[in-house]
């Protein structure tokens, strides 16, 4: 039915086809939890009602504690009569403010006229009659009119009970009603919700069979046959009848395979090549590197001595020259027997996939070295590198690749921060117990924040045709990652230098 339907279209439609469901299901509920929510519709009459039924039962809207008070005042004698006056008022008062409160709240319909209009009459007469009748009669001493104004006054309490017990059985009859609302309302929502949630799982049975039988059958056909070629047997009969998308997944295999085949014996015999061959060119890079410096340092040296000469030699020059010999020489012995016992390692390996030599070294021997073969670098930019790596760090990990990352890092701050010359510092610490932190800084011009994204991309150079390749940053970020199994973190703004730290493990993965 769905197999003229692309993948992505299938999906697209078992996911509407969710969504529209459960939107259906979000819109009965959100509709039936607003009904009956907390400060909903049907909440909000419950509370009134009840709210209705608490005020009026005891005072103030209930005319209880006034006819008390009346019957009181018939009986007291003209020393009590000012404070049951005053009670009587506050009485009054309360019921009042009761009163306008209820007109604000909005009943309707027979609980409206009995409660703000009966009632509310009946009350309006008691105290019109209590406090124009009744009290001054008694502030005159009259006891006639009083217990005439007093009997006025019964008829009037025992009819505005009557009123208001009509009124508490009408609200609580409005409330049992409106709770039965919402009872029928969730059962309602809950036959709803179990019809739409059978729907769900109709179409989702449907959807999800339609899928397995046109996607996951021929899909799984392909894993299967190529977990066999991956193991080795590339004899298989790949069958192709399958329709769609997965038809042409099985075609492609099937393509794969028979290329694979005519290419596999080439691949192999290339893949040695090209290992020993990036692992030279990777290794010997450095010593080489370090070998030539260190020979072109001699020789600079070497010119600068015999120019003395004519000058006359002294001893100072002469015990000068004779240290940056033996420091050259024994340089360049120790990089080229490195070289030669690189040679010789490499002739006894096939293939080897590592790109350096991992071994175990000290770290502050390493930056020594670097720290000498960049001297020359350095003296010409007028640049000093300070070190302060402690002793005692051993590390069982590639000293070629991080020696490199330590010479691109130093080599960008002189090139890119120090245009002018300056102080590098090059430091080191633990990290935790199986890490070393490495960190090269310098107070430099710095690296605007919206370039930290950009600095470790291959090519990417604000020296673009001024001797910059982009290359630097881009090695140092692979090495760390990829080679010595660590992280790179850079620091840096406009203008306040930069700073890199490599934080390694000491045991290389």
């Not at 760090?393 to 120090?418: C, R, W, Y």
């Not at 992280?487 to 930069?498: D, F, I, P």
Request: glycine share 8%.
């Amino acid at each position: 039915m769905l197999e003229h339907l692309s993948i992505q279209q299938r999906f697209r439609l078992l996911l509407v086809v969710s969504l529209a469901c459960f939107a259906m299901c979000g819109a009965i509920v959100y509709r039936t939890l607003d009904e009956i929510r907390v400060n909903g519709p049907i909440y909000e009459r419950i509370m009134q009602g009840q709210d209705l039924v608490a005020d009026i039962l005891p005072p103030p809207a209930y005319l209880v504690e006034s006819y008390l008070i009346a019957l009181q005042l018939a009986e007291a004698d003209a020393g009590h009569l000012p404070p049951l006056l005053l009670r009587l008022q506050a009485a009054q008062k309360n019921y009042e403010e009761r009163y306008r409160y209820w007109q604000t709240q909005g009943l309707s319909g027979e609980l409206e006229a009995k409660f703000l209009h009966q009632s509310h009459a009946l009350a309006e007469s008691f105290y019109i009659t209590a406090f124009g009748a009744m009290v001054p009669a008694l502030q005159a001493g009259d006891e006639l009119m009083a217990r005439r104004a007093l009997a006025r006054l019964g008829p009037i309490y025992e009819q505005q009970r009557e009123v208001i017990e009509e009124v508490v059985a009408l609200a609580r009859q409005r409330n049992a009603d409106d709770e039965r609302a919402a009872r029928e309302r969730i059962q309602e929502m809950a036959w709803s919700l179990g019809l739409v949630f059978a729907l769900i799982v109709g179409v989702f049975l449907l959807i999800f069979n339609t899928v397995r039988r046109s996607i996951a059958e021929p899909i799984l056909d392909a894993l299967k046959i190529t977990q066999r070629v991956a193991g080795g047997d590339w004899s298989q009969h790949i069958r192709a009848d399958a329709r769609g998308e997965a038809g042409r997944l099985l075609q492609a295999i099937r393509d794969i395979v028979k290329n694979t085949q005519a290419e596999i014996v080439k691949a192999e015999k290339m893949a040695a090549l090209g290992s020993l061959v990036a692992g030279v060119s990777h290794e010997l890079n450095t010593p080489v590197g370090n070998g030539l410096m260190a020979v072109s340092t001699l020789s600079e040296d070497l010119r600068t001595f015999r120019g003395k000469m004519h000058e006359g030699i002294k001893r100072s020059v002469l015990d000068e020259f004779l240290h940056s010999v033996e420091v050259g020489a024994d340089l360049a012995m120790r990089n080229l027997q490195r070289a030669a016992d690189l040679m010789t390692s490499f002739k006894q390996v096939a293939a080897d996939r590592a790109s350096s030599q991992r071994r175990r070294f000290q770290l502050h021997q390493v930056v020594h070295e670097t720290q000498m073969t960049l001297h020359p670098m350095l003296k010409r930019a007028n640049c000093q590198v300070m070190v302060d790596v402690p002793g005692g760090l051993q590390l069982d990990s590639f000293p070629g690749p991080l020696g490199q990352v330590m010479t691109n890092l130093i080599e960008n701050a002189v090139k890119h921060g120090l245009e002018d010359g300056g102080v590098i510092t090059l430091s080191a610490w633990r990290s935790g117990e199986q890490h070393v932190t490495i960190s090269v800084a310098d107070h430099g011009k710095g690296i605007a924040a919206e370039l930290h994204s950009h600095v470790f991309e291959p090519f990417y150079t604000t020296r673009l045709g001024q001797g910059g390749s982009g290359l630097g940053l881009h090695i140092v970020h692979n090495i760390v990652y990829q080679i010595l199994g660590g992280s790179l973190e850079l620091t840096s703004s406009a203008g306040n230098g930069a700073r890199f730290d490599v934080t390694i493990p000491l045991v290389a993965p």
